[in-house]
């Protein structure tokens, strides 16, 4: 158990599964997932079919496993605890900024377009999509807005409505330009701009009603 506090070394069969998780990302990018076969997979990671069925059981559960990994990378800033010791509007700067940032970067956007493409002939692949990416960070945005409204420092009646809101004030037209296939190149400080006028009009929206409390440390209501 101290060991693996230290950070113990992966075992042979985890660096392996690491191994086809790349792999797999690499070719379900460039070939999409219907196109892509498992001995295109273990030609690029090597090792074998047998082995890959193993970890995974098949193409749904290698893909279903990729979109986790890229979920879980994307997510990881927003599932700490530290967020919540942040104040108020920084923790939802760093919130809009990582979804911003994951809008705007090409392989993510690939790999939704990869998804919107796919869904139709492959339900299970949007529907892994969904649950591992947008479900799950509408549920930690609207956990994190219920807990600043039960501290009064927003004014929240239905958090997963707020949570919709504030991450469609966020990607605004981006995300479908993105989608389409147009290039987004904005400036350090037209970024700034975008995120600050979306806290702005958030926080119009739902902040609380008394600017004193409203200004406060998270950290410091108690809760």
């Known amino acids: 158990m101290i060991q ?11 660096k392996r599964r690491l191994a086809i998780l790349d792999a797999a990302r690499e070719v379900f990018l460039q070939q999409g997932y219907g196109a892509t076969s498992l001995n295109d997979i273990v030609s690029v990671s090597g090792g074998s079919l047998a082995t890959l069925y193993d970890l995974f059981d098949g193409k749904a559960g290698l893909f279903r ?12 800033v927003l599932d700490s605890e530290d967020i919540d010791a942040l104040p108020l509007r920084e923790a939802l700067r760093l919130v809009a900024r990582q979804f911003f ?27 892994t999509f969904y649950s591992a990416g947008p479900q799950r960070g509408r549920e930690l945005v609207s956990t994190y807005l219920e807990k600043q409204s039960r501290r009064g420092l927003l004014k929240v009646d239905d958090s997963m409505r707020a949570a919709d ?59």
Do not use: W
Request: aromatic share 8%; with cysteine; net charge negative.
């Open 4 to 14: 693996e506090r230290r950070g113990k070394e992966p075992s042979r069969r985890e």
């Open 165 to 223: 809101v504030f991450i469609a004030l966020v990607l605004g037209e981006y995300q479908m330009k993105m989608l389409c296939g147009e290039e987004v190149k904005l400036t350090p400080e037209e970024v700034d701009r975008h995120l600050d006028y979306t806290l702005d009009l958030f926080l119009k929206i739902y902040g609380a009603e008394n600017p004193e409390l409203a200004a406060q440390d998270a950290n410091a209501c108690g809760v």
């Open 101 to 127: 940032d994951g809008v705007i970067q090409q392989p993510k956007m690939s790999l939704l377009r990869i998804v919107v493409a796919e869904a139709p002939q492959f339900p299970e692949v949007g529907a």
């Open 65 to 76: 496993e990729t979109i986790e990994q890229e979920c879980q990378n994307f997510f990881g």
